[in-house]
């Protein structure tokens, strides 16, 4: 998504405003909406950040809930080493 629709905020009344203003479309439907905490001392991999994605699809259907694992997950590390130094390089 290269940082499309990404909000950044600095406190929890922010983030409920956020919420609040951008949790409808243009129709008025809720929309999810995804919360997640800046680590600012990260684990690092040869002082590199990085991440792993495993996918799960959790279903419920007439009150069965079911969850679906995908199995090929794939690890991503950052191009430069981190820092604190450069906060513009999140």
């Known amino acids: ?10 406190d929890l009344d922010s983030i409920k405003e ?3 203003t951008c949790g409808k479309d243009y129709y008025g439907c809720k929309r999810t909406v995804l919360i997640q ?11 590199r950040k ?10 419920t259907i007439n009150g069965v809930r079911k969850g679906y694992w995908y199995e ?3 690890l991503r590390t950052s191009s430069r080493e981190f820092t604190l130094k450069n906060l513009a390089n999140r």
Do not use: E, Q, W
């Open 50 to 59: 990085f991440d792993i994605r495993c996918y799960i699809l959790i279903t």
């Open 18 to 20: 956020h919420v609040k």
């Open 37 to 47: 905490k800046y680590l600012d001392k990260p684990l690092l991999f040869k002082g």
């Open 72 to 74: 090929d997950g794939y």
């Open 1 to 10: 998504n290269k940082g499309r629709g990404i909000h950044v905020c600095s």
